[in-house]
Every structure is written in structure tokens, then in C-alpha cells.
């Protein structure tokens, strides 16, 4: 079945930087559009970053453009969230979801089936 875990959570300064990793298994992954997805304490889940199967196409939300890279390795089943010049209001669980349809392309959190468990993020000094 569907396996997705995260890692590479943590607390970290203001400014600072982190890696997440999400290891996905029991699907093809290139076919899947696959995403990360964040929650703060009493907001709704967000769309992060996302990446499309069908062309590679990649979103951004406005708050983390310029700071966030996504990427995925392929051979290894990987997708990776890299987080620049973190600020403090980045501070929630990071999840990254796949949605096993290829069309039509977004980063709602409602289109996305399987989940991880998520990964605590802090920004605090």
C-alpha cells in the first residue's frame, strides 16, 4: 500500500535552514502528483509546494516562494522540501500527500489521498 514518512523536522533559528525528506513506497512516484502540505496550530492545512507527474510543473504558495525548493529523486522514491531564511510563522507539522490522479494539477490539500504522519517544524529563538 501507499507508504509515506517524513523526516528532517526539527527547531531551528530564525533565518536558519532545513531539508524535509519524505520517502515514499508502494506506487510508481513518478506518476503521482506528490506535494508537501503544512499545518500551524489552529489554521487550516496548507498547500506548500507541489509538483505535477504529467509535466513536471512545480507551485509554489506566495508565503514560501524564493525561500523553499522542492525536488524529487526519482531512483530513490524521495521528495525533498529544502527551507531557506525560515521565519518564525513558518512553524507547523509539514506533511507531504500524493494524489494519484495526473489531471487536473493543484496543491489543495482536499485533492490529495495518502498522507504522511507529518513532521514537527519549529522557527523560534
Known amino acids: 500500500q501507499v507508504q509515506l514518512v517524513e523526516s528532517g523536522g526539527g527547531l531551528v533559528q530564525p533565518g536558519g535552514s532545513l531539508r524535509l525528506s519524505c520517502a515514499a513506497s508502494g506506487f510508481t512516484f513518478e506518476n503521482y502528483n506528490i506535494g508537501w502540505f503544512r499545518q500551524a496550530p489552529g489554521k487550516e492545512r496548507e498547500g506548500v509546494s507541489c509538483?505535477?507527474?504529467?509535466?513536471?510543473?512545480?507551485y509554489y504558495s506566495d508565503s514560501v516562494k524564493g525561500r523553499f525548493t522542492v525536488s524529487r529523486d526519482v531512483a530513490k522514491n524521495t521528495l525533498y522540501l529544502q527551507m531557506n531564511s525560515l521565519k518564525p510563522e513558518d512553524t507547523a507539522v509539514y506533511s507531504c500527500?500524493?494524489?494519484?490522479?495526473?489531471?487536473?494539477?493543484?496543491?489543495?490539500?482536499?485533492?490529495?489521498?495518502?498522507w504522511g504522519q507529518g513532521t514537527q517544524v519549529t522557527v523560534s529563538s
Open positions: 509538483i505535477s507527474s504529467r509535466d513536471g510543473r512545480i
Open positions: 500527500a500524493v494524489d494519484p490522479r495526473t489531471f487536473p494539477f493543484t496543491c489543495t490539500p482536499k485533492s490529495y489521498r495518502y
